[in-house]
């Protein structure tokens, strides 16, 4: 029996939302793979394997990384407004931002004992609060405050030769610093220099890799590169500038 063209059509509108809500699922469960990566990660720093550890972490930064676009494509707050994806986000960036990082200063061997688990217990305590704020992101969408990555901290921390109370004086001023009213950048979202920062952020992931790969033991030239990359990230926010641009659709971050 033919169909009208009339039927086809309705039929066609009635299936368009369902592949649309597939879609929207998928760059969920993608978001949520981060957690998988974390929990390698765990594993590897459990046994001692740091540069693996900082392999999952990177592939669990990549996935946090597109996620966010992928999501604003898909539309995922209006398909799917069951799900979260700004509190998905939140959870697995918890994991692999910091309970992971904070347990690598805990059991890497970075400082004393005495020393390790206070300053694990407060890149714990100050990343929590700071998940939890709602004004973590300012109007020209800097983040307000250390915005807790301390995976990019901690891998400097197994990068570059520091003694205990550098590092612990590192945590602390970076603790404090969740709490001030300064301005670190987005890399992705904040508009001045975007296109600048964005290709400085691929120098960066290329330099770590070739860290990672070389077991955290490169030459002198890609760690000097690196950190030349975090000076760039530390004090781009620091800058004066006429503010400029709005904020990009919410969902996933």
């Not at 503010?243 to 659709?249: D, Y």
Request: proline share 5%; hydrophobic share 60%.
């Amino acid at each position: 029996m033919a169909i009208s063209s009339k039927s086809l059509a309705g039929k066609l509108m009635a299936e368009r939302p369902k592949r649309q809500q597939t879609l929207a699922f998928a760059v969920h469960l993608f978001t949520a793979s981060g957690a998988v990566c974390g929990l390698l990660a765990l594993i590897a720093a459990v046994e001692g394997h740091w540069a693996l550890m900082f392999t999952w972490l990177g592939i669990a930064l990549f996935v946090d990384g597109i996620d966010g676009t992928m999501a604003r494509r898909a539309r995922v707050w209006e398909v799917l407004p069951r799900w979260s994806g700004e509190t998905l986000d939140l959870v697995v960036d918890y994991l692999t931002y910091v309970l992971v990082p904070a347990f690598a200063v805990a059991m890497g061997g970075l400082m004393p004992t005495w020393m390790a688990v206070p300053a694990s217990a407060a890149i714990l305590l100050t990343s929590a609060l700071y998940f939890a704020d709602t004004q973590m992101k300012t109007d020209d969408l800097y983040f307000q405050g250390f915005p807790a990555v301390w995976n990019l901290v901690v891998f400097y921390f197994f990068l570059v030769p520091m003694n205990s109370w550098l590092i612990a004086a590192i945590i602390l001023g970076l603790s404090v610093a969740t709490f001030l009213p300064i301005k670190f950048v987005h890399p992705f979202r904040v508009l001045r220099l975007r296109l600048f920062t964005i290709g400085l952020l691929a120098l960066w992931a290329v330099l770590a890799m070739v860290a990672v790969v070389e077991d955290l033991q490169p030459s002198g030239w890609v760690i000097g590169g690196l950190c030349l990359c975090a000076l760039y990230f530390l004090l781009f926010g620091l800058i004066p500038f006429r503010r400029r641009g709005g904020e990009a659709p919410s969902g996933d971050i």
